[in-house]
């Protein structure tokens, strides 16, 4: 059964960069069924796409973040990573990774988010930014 | 900006059916997903492809999606299923995931 597993600092300072990451077990990450995605939630908000990257390393980014982000794949560690540089308190939220299915049909693929949905979530793990 | 608009809240009695509405530009051009959230709890994906159920999602959840309108519906509805719901589709246009606000559903 497939797991997903967040990591990273719970703690970040104004203006720092947040890492986190993601580690796939139970399944590779290396498949071409699915991508995998960052979501937050801030504390009493609603779900926010922050990112998703497709093993091949080709990403898609929510264009309110695009130039703080960055998301990144290691296949032979089977896990993908979140940047968010110059943060901010309003970066602070419960950070989530996803699988997310991918359908491909011939040589055209669906995007992110937009056929199968985001069918496993890990637990989330708390990013607070303060000083 | 592409926007999905869920209500704030919505009110069941045990035993009756819910309906949610999630409201967006031409959203039935677009397939849509739905998510049930728990307090403290990630994210479960309850409904894709409009109408879809994933494994293990127990038949009284159902969705459809026409016009500019996605509607999760909760035939049924137990107490177990109060909780946070969000809509989710892609936006082509500005290439991105959107989700709408959240509906919180009670059961009373």
């Known amino acids: 059964q497939l797991q997903l597993q967040e990591s990273g600092p719970g703690l970040v300072k104004p203006s720092e960069t947040l890492s986190l990451t993601c580690t796939v077990s139970?399944?590779?990450?290396?498949?071409?069924?699915?991508?995998w995605g960052w979501i937050r939630q801030p504390p009493g908000k609603g779900l926010e796409w922050i990112g998703s990257?497709?093993?091949?390393?080709?990403?898609y980014y929510n264009p309110s973040l695009k130039s703080r982000v960055t998301i990144s794949v290691d296949t032979s560690k089977n896990h993908f990573s979140l940047k968010v540089t110059s943060v901010t308190a309003a970066d602070t939220a419960v950070y989530y990774c996803?699988?997310?299915?991918?359908?491909?049909?011939?040589?055209?693929?669906?995007?992110?988010?937009?056929?199968?949905?985001?069918?496993?979530w890990g637990q989330g793990t708390t990013v607070t930014v303060s000083s | 900006s592409y926007e999905l608009t869920q209500p704030p809240s919505v009110s069941v009695s045990p035993g009756q059916t819910a309906n949610i509405t999630c409201s967006g530009d031409k959203l039935g051009d677009k397939y849509a997903c739905w998510y049930q959230q728990k307090p403290g709890q990630s994210p479960v994906l309850v409904i894709y492809?409009?109408?879809m159920r994933p494994s293990g999602i127990p038949e009284r959840f159902s969705g459809s999606n026409s016009g500019n309108t996605a509607t999760l519906t909760i035939s049924g509805t137990q107490a177990m299923d109060e909780a946070d719901y969000y809509c989710q589709a892609w936006d082509s246009r500005t290439a991105r995931v959107v989700f709408g606000g959240g509906t919180k559903l009670t059961v009373l």
């Open positions: 139970g399944g590779s990450i290396s498949s071409s069924s699915y991508y």
């Open positions: 492809q409009d109408s």
């Open positions: 996803a699988r997310d299915g991918r359908y491909c049909s011939g040589t055209s693929c669906y995007m992110p988010g937009s056929y199968y949905g985001m069918d496993v």
């Open positions: 990257i497709y093993y091949s390393g080709t990403t």
